[in-house]
């Protein structure tokens, strides 16, 4: 065997590998078509790079939550409400109640994580799957946040540093997605280098073996309930800085996209498996098919057809890799 | 009379409408390995839960050097100095050979961070010195690509590493081949030397005559016979496992 294919498979073999190799491929294959036409297909175009880097980190950071409580065996469908629930709730206290920015930005957090840990407390108090107890969830939070708010859209307007801190950029760079970078050194620690980490794959793994050797699967999975919801406010956040305005129906269908990336970067919906950089890859993945479908002005509906092939096809390459691992 | 290092008193315990634990007392001294046999159903394998924590029990009081203590959950039995070799081996499939032995009381640095290097090295270490088991080259193979004996072999390196005073094992024999079989029965006497009590639950009357020093036969949640090695023979206690 020649050493490209041995390297390429050794890479293929770490987690979130094969990932790895697809999006390397495409992003050659892009940057190639954009250098050999740059009046036709404008990948390379500064404002392209700066509208996709700033898409990224809005599901990169909810996937990053979502992953984490795949990861320990349960899902969360209620991260889409959450991400508008909690943001309008922050601008609410910034407008009416003139908080700073960053008092606002907390509570959202906060407000995140409690949700997400009354999913996962009723999840295990009654022994329910998540995926039921947060749908239900997904749609109370999108019928809370009209009762209290209302339909229309309400501004965000943080001071200037705050606004400079989460929407601002450095040269083409925007601040969210070194948010986003960071967030993924932090998670990847966590998860590679901790013992939550590693009480979380074990979990998800096999909770009864988990158990029977002393750690608490209850309190594992809350952590990261907790992670998913305060990631989804956060997320909410980043997004309402970035255009100063949130619409209650905003993150309807996120909670579809998470897991999407999830998938694509290799996280197995039975629990146990995963990487942080197979998530971001996954989400980095989604907008890059998408932005390449805008540049070739393909129709919008390209777009479903082409993540939805592409989810069923990572599901596959997993099953696949997964069982070559056992041989 | 000196009260033994490990004792369970009048221990009960219902699963629905089986009574698993019938006011069974049991007791086990320092350095002392006590086959535990009986018919499938008899209440050993809800014995050995009961004392390794993950199953509470009803009714009934543990004592540890005469001393009652309370043993709800696998930390509790973690403090007194238990070990258990699950019959369902008790591995995570998606994790690496490391990492279950590891599981749970990883070893970290100064800073809380995983010291993945020595955990690496011990479990070379311990799969290759304790439990002998051929075709694990690997420690950072997944479990879900072993097969049965050398699964076992990890949950047995996991238990030895951690041993402090009480082994249990429950039907650890059964997915291992002979050599297998008796490089562990070899090495539940060597820990017997060194002061480690072992308790073994098995099919295999022969496996047990050959390490055990007491032999306690159940049925229906109660104990039936409980005699020395130096007291009985094969014979006698496969009448007992038979017939009661």
């Given at each position: 065997?020649?050493?490209?294919?041995?390297?390429?498979?050794?890479?293929?073999?770490?987690?979130?590998?094969?990932?790895?190799?697809?999006?390397?491929?495409?992003?050659?294959?892009?940057?190639?078509?954009?250098?050999?036409?740059?009046?036709?297909?404008?990948?390379?175009?500064?404002?392209?790079?700066?509208?996709?880097?700033?898409?990224?980190?809005?599901?990169?950071?909810?996937?990053?939550?979502?992953?984490m409580?795949?990861i320990?065996?349960?899902?969360?469908?209620?991260?889409?409400?959450?991400?508008?629930?909690?943001?309008?709730?922050?601008?609410?206290?910034?407008?009416?109640?003139?908080?700073?920015?960053?008092?606002?930005?907390?509570?959202?957090?906060?407000?995140?994580?409690?949700?997400?840990?009354?999913?996962?407390?009723?999840?295990?108090?009654?022994?329910?799957?998540?995926?039921?107890?947060?749908?239900?969830?997904?749609?109370?939070?999108?019928?809370?946040?009209?009762?209290?708010?209302?339909?229309?859209?309400?501004?965000?307007?943080?001071?200037?540093?705050?606004?400079?801190?989460?929407?601002?950029?450095?040269?083409?760079?925007?601040?969210?997605?070194?948010?986003?970078?960071?967030?993924?050194?932090?998670f990847h620690v966590m998860l590679q280098?901790?013992?939550?980490g590693?009480?979380m794959?074990?979990?998800?793994?096999?909770?009864?073996?988990?158990?029977?050797?002393?750690?608490?699967?209850?309190?594992?999975?809350?952590?990261?309930?907790?992670?998913?919801?305060?990631?989804?406010?956060?997320?909410?956040?980043?997004?309402?800085?970035?255009?100063?305005?949130?619409?209650?129906?905003?993150?309807?269908?996120?909670?579809?996209?998470?897991?999407?990336?999830?998938?694509?970067?290799?996280?197995?919906?039975?629990?146990?498996?995963?990487s942080v950089?197979?998530?971001?890859?996954?989400?980095?993945?989604?907008?890059?098919?998408?932005?390449?479908?805008?540049?070739?002005?393909?129709?919008?509906?390209?777009?479903?057809?082409?993540?939805?092939?592409?989810?069923?096809?990572?599901?596959?390459?997993?099953?696949?890799?997964?069982?070559?691992?056992?041989? | 009379?000196?009260?033994?290092?490990?004792?369970?008193?009048?221990?009960?315990?219902?699963?629905?409408?089986?009574?698993?634990?019938?006011?069974?007392?049991?007791?086990?001294?320092?350095?002392?390995?006590?086959?535990?046999?009986?018919?499938?159903?008899?209440?050993?394998?809800?014995?050995?839960?009961?004392?390794?924590?993950?199953?509470?029990?009803?009714?009934?009081?543990?004592?540890?050097?005469?001393?009652?203590?309370?043993?709800?959950?696998?930390?509790?039995?973690?403090?007194?100095?238990?070990?258990?070799?699950?019959?369902?081996?008790?591995?995570?499939?998606?994790?690496?050979?490391?990492?279950?032995?590891?599981?749970?009381?990883?070893?970290?640095?100064?800073?809380?961070?995983?010291?993945?290097?020595?955990?690496?090295?011990?479990?070379?270490?311990?799969?290759?010195?304790?439990?002998?088991?051929?075709?694990?080259?690997?420690?950072?193979?997944?479990?879900?690509?072993?097969?049965?004996?050398?699964?076992?072999?990890?949950?047995?390196?996991?238990?030895?590493?951690?041993?402090?005073?009480?082994?249990?094992?429950?039907?650890?024999?059964?997915?291992?081949?002979?050599?297998?079989?008796?490089?562990?029965?070899?090495?539940?006497?060597?820990?017997?030397?060194?002061?480690?009590?072992?308790?073994?639950?098995?099919?295999?009357?022969?496996?047990?005559?050959?390490?055990?020093?007491?032999?306690?036969?159940?049925?229906?949640?109660?104990?039936?016979?409980?005699?020395?090695?130096?007291?009985?023979?094969?014979?006698?206690?496969?009448?007992?496992?038979?017939?009661?």
């Amino acid at each position: 065997m020649n050493r490209p294919v041995a390297w390429i498979r050794r890479v293929g073999q770490i987690p979130g590998g094969g990932i790895l190799i697809v999006f390397v491929a495409i992003q050659i294959v892009c940057i190639a078509g954009g250098l050999l036409f740059p009046a036709q297909f404008r990948y390379l175009a500064s404002g392209n790079i700066s509208v996709m880097l700033q898409a990224i980190p809005t599901l990169g950071v909810i996937s990053l939550g979502v992953g984490m409580l795949m990861i320990a065996g349960e899902f969360d469908l209620s991260v889409g409400s959450v991400y508008t629930f909690a943001s309008i709730a922050a601008a609410a206290l910034l407008n009416d109640f003139s908080v700073p920015a960053w008092v606002g930005l907390i509570a959202a957090i906060a407000i995140g994580a409690a949700i997400g840990v009354l999913n996962g407390l009723i999840t295990l108090a009654f022994a329910l799957p998540s995926f039921i107890v947060t749908l239900g969830a997904m749609l109370f939070w999108r019928g809370m946040i009209l009762l209290m708010h209302g339909a229309l859209s309400i501004d965000f307007e943080p001071d200037p540093v705050f606004q400079a801190v989460f929407g601002g950029s450095i040269g083409l760079l925007p601040a969210s997605f070194l948010w986003l970078v960071l967030f993924c050194v932090g998670f990847h620690v966590m998860l590679q280098h901790r013992r939550l980490g590693n009480h979380m794959f074990a979990v998800g793994g096999n909770r009864d073996a988990a158990y029977a050797i002393g750690i608490r699967p209850g309190q594992v999975k809350l952590i990261a309930f907790a992670l998913a919801g305060g990631m989804a406010a956060l997320s909410g956040v980043f997004s309402a800085t970035r255009v100063n305005s949130i619409t209650p129906v905003g993150g309807a269908g996120l909670e579809l996209q998470a897991i999407a990336a999830c998938v694509i970067g290799g996280l197995s919906l039975n629990g146990g498996r995963g990487s942080v950089l197979g998530i971001f890859l996954g989400a980095a993945l989604i907008y890059t098919i998408q932005d390449l479908l805008l540049l070739l002005r393909a129709p919008g509906f390209y777009l479903d057809i082409f993540v939805g092939a592409l989810i069923v096809g990572a599901a596959i390459l997993n099953q696949v890799a997964a069982r070559s691992a056992k041989r | 009379m000196t009260s033994p290092m490990y004792e369970i008193r009048d221990a009960s315990k219902r699963f629905g409408g089986v009574l698993a634990l019938d006011g069974l007392d049991f007791h086990l001294g320092a350095g002392e390995v006590v086959g535990l046999l009986g018919d499938n159903g008899a209440g050993k394998s809800t014995l050995i839960k009961m004392m390794s924590g993950i199953v509470p029990p009803d009714a009934g009081q543990v004592f540890v050097d005469g001393g009652e203590v309370q043993v709800r959950s696998r930390r509790d039995s973690q403090k007194i100095g238990i070990e258990t070799i699950y019959q369902d081996t008790a591995l995570v499939d998606s994790m690496s050979i490391v990492r279950n032995i590891f599981m749970g009381r990883e070893l970290v640095g100064k800073r809380g961070f995983l010291d993945h290097r020595r955990m690496r090295e011990v479990a070379i270490d311990v799969l290759r010195t304790t439990v002998h088991i051929s075709g694990i080259d690997d420690p950072d193979k997944e479990v879900g690509a072993l097969s049965g004996g050398q699964k076992q072999a990890v949950a047995i390196a996991r238990a030895v590493y951690f041993k402090r005073r009480i082994l249990l094992l429950d039907e650890p024999t059964s997915a291992l081949s002979v050599r297998e079989t008796e490089n562990l029965l070899g090495y539940i006497k060597r820990l017997r030397d060194e002061g480690v009590s072992s308790v073994l639950v098995t099919h295999n009357l022969y496996h047990a005559y050959q390490v055990c020093d007491r032999f306690v036969v159940m049925s229906h949640g109660r104990k039936v016979f409980d005699v020395a090695k130096a007291d009985t023979s094969i014979d006698e206690l496969t009448r007992h496992v038979v017939l009661t």
